[in-house]
């Protein structure tokens, strides 16, 4: 049983295309969030929702927009894409933002994005 | 802005030697967690430390959180080939914040 679900696993797209990832848990945890991890290995946070609100934006691009329809899915859409978007995209889940003892991540495999 | 320094980038050991990665922050953290990731694969959760001081341990790896709460490390001993991937250490400053990420440290393991 995955607990945390991405797809696709591989997208390989032109620039100027519109893409999205999407992102499913079944932990039955509040918060979620996308991370983007480049060629270096760098993770770096996005975007974290918690019960369906936007509690953390990150300065990224207005071409990056998150949505969670509900607290087990998070999606992330990309309008225009660029060839500096080319990396890992990693969505994780945590019980909740606000406890510690609960704040360890569960990541999802990982959406490889290679934009040419 | 808040960072969270690794080092070292690489580690390359013989198998059966130890490997020890740091990791620092300029500021107080309220805790530290740390992630494996294997090749191409996820970052998955190792350990959590909070108290200042604190080393737990889980067979022959060996976590530390500094007595300041602004550096911590681990240590594996008698390094395996199923040691093999990349360690981060990710920082969390305040209750509800986020989780600041180390450049984290590859380490590869000649058998």
């Known amino acids: 049983d995955t607990a945390v679900s991405q797809t696709p696993k591989y997208l390989v797209t032109q620039m100027g295309n519109d893409k999205s990832i999407k992102c499913e848990q079944n932990?039955?945890?509040?918060?979620m969030y996308w991370y983007k991890q480049d060629s270096k290995k760098f993770l770096k946070i996005m975007f974290s929702y918690n019960n369906k609100e936007l509690i953390i934006n990150e300065t990224v691009p207005n071409r990056f927009s998150p949505k969670s329809p509900d607290k087990a899915h998070l999606n992330l859409h990309i309008n225009s894409l660029e060839l500096g978007d080319s990396a890992v995209y990693f969505c994780a889940s945590s019980q909740s933002f606000l406890a510690p003892s609960s704040y360890e991540q569960y990541f999802g495999p990982g959406t490889r994005l290679t934009v040419t | 802005g808040q960072q969270v320094m690794q080092i070292p980038q690489y580690q390359h050991v013989q198998e059966g030697e130890d490997f020890t990665t740091y990791c620092n922050s300029s500021t107080t953290l309220s805790n530290i967690q740390w992630y494996k990731q294997r090749p191409g694969g996820h970052p998955v959760f190792l350990i959590q430390l909070v108290k200042s001081g604190e080393v737990k341990k889980q067979k022959r790896l060996t976590f530390q959180f500094g007595e300041a709460k602004k550096n911590s490390s681990l240590h594996i001993t008698a390094t395996q080939t199923t040691d093999v991937g990349t360690y981060f250490c990710a920082g969390l400053y305040n209750q509800g914040g986020k989780l600041i990420f180390g450049q984290g440290t590859e380490l590869s393991v000649k058998p």
């Open positions: 932990l039955g945890h509040d918060t």
